[in-house]
Structures are given as structure tokens and as C-alpha cells.
């Protein structure tokens, strides 16, 4: 209550000012002015902030989202990213029917361009794979997918406290996010 009182103080010493120098209807006016300001600076305050976008967390992939919601819910900002890193970690091995290697080696060797040989599926994105865009897309993939483990899941796991502030942890989220439907969009080819 004080917080907001001393905010208004300067528009109130404005009142005042204008009623000692105005006549009666001009004090009235400028009195329902000011209540009027003071009634909304709030709403100016939030809406005159600047007009940027926003990562609502329950528009990121299911895997992701489904596991985090609760524990983001009680606040465990590491315990959500580490619970959605290892939902990606164990679609991405049902999808390649691959349990006998980390997620890290996992995924370099999913999104790899070699072909796929006995027991090493990968994971191919649609398209001419002659193209520059092609090759881009699965090598970004590739390194992209090893870092999400390599940073944040392995982070998240092996540490007490990770300082995340809640910015922070939602970006992990979405790179999460942003990875599980690149697994999803791919299709697997296997050794012929």
C-alpha cells in the first residue's frame, strides 16, 4: 500500500498544484483526471511494456510439456528440464528401437548422414538429400540433439542446484521442444 501511495504522490502534488490555479469546474475536471490516472496506471504499466512474444510453455512438444507441467507447476525448474530431457531421450530410442548407447551418442549417431548399417538405424528428414538445405537440416539436427543432452539435461542431472532463473529454464524447454519434433518429423531408414 505505501509502494503505491508514494507512486501516486507526484500526480497528486499535480492536483493540488492545478487546484490552487484553476477555477471550480476546472479543479473538478482536473480532480477526475487525476483519479483517472491514478486509477489506471497499472493497466498503462502493462500494457505500455514493450510488445514482445512470449514461450508458453503448454504450446511445447507433448513429450516435453507433459512431463515438465507438474514439476514446473511446484516451481522445480531443473527437475522439469531433466524429466522432459529424458522423455525426448526415451522416444528417441523407441523410435530407433536403440537402447545399448547414451543419449548423447545417441543422437550423433541417429541424425548422422553415413548410411545405416545392422543395429544402427538413423533418422532422415523428407527431401532431395543432394541438396546444401538437406544436409544442413540433418547435421544441425545431429548437433543440435547433442547439445540439448549435453548441456542442459547433463547439467540438470548432475548437479545439486543449477541457478536457472525461470527464463532460462523454459529456453532449455524449448530446445527440448524444438528437438523432440525434429525426432518426430524424421522417419527412420534402416540397413537394407
Not at 153 to 180: G, K, M, Y
Request: a negative charge.
Amino acid at each position: 500500500m505505501y509502494e503505491q501511495l508514494r507512486r501516486a504522490e507526484p500526480t497528486v502534488k499535480q492536483i493540488l498544484q492545478r487546484l490552487d490555479m484553476a477555477g471550480e469546474d476546472m479543479a473538478r475536471d482536473q480532480v477526475h483526471r487525476g483519479l483517472g490516472i491514478l486509477a489506471d496506471m497499472d493497466e498503462w504499466t502493462a500494457r505500455l511494456e514493450p510488445d514482445a512474444p512470449t514461450l508458453p510453455g503448454d504450446q511445447f512438444h507433448p513429450w516435453v510439456w507433459e512431463r515438465a507441467a507438474p514439476l514446473w507447476d511446484a516451481e522445480a525448474r531443473q527437475d522439469a528440464v531433466l524429466a522432459a530431457a529424458r522423455t525426448v531421450n526415451r522416444r528417441l530410442q523407441q523410435k530407433l528401437g536403440r537402447h545399448d548407447i547414451g543419449e548423447t551418442g545417441l543422437c550423433m549417431q541417429a541424425f548422422d548422414m553415413k548410411d545405416p548399417f545392422a543395429g544402427k538405424p538413423r533418422l532422415r528428414f523428407d527431401g532431395d538429400r543432394n541438396t546444401p538445405t538437406w544436409r544442413a537440416r540433418q547435421d544441425g539436427a545431429k548437433y543440435l540433439a547433442a547439445g540439448a543432452f549435453l548441456a542442459p539435461r547433463n547439467v540438470a542431472a548432475h548437479e545439486d542446484a543449477v541457478p536457472w532463473t525461470e527464463q532460462e529454464a523454459l529456453e532449455h524447454l524449448a530446445t527440448l521442444s524444438v528437438l523432440a519434433r525434429l525426432i518426430e518429423e524424421c522417419t527412420v531408414e534402416r540397413a537394407t
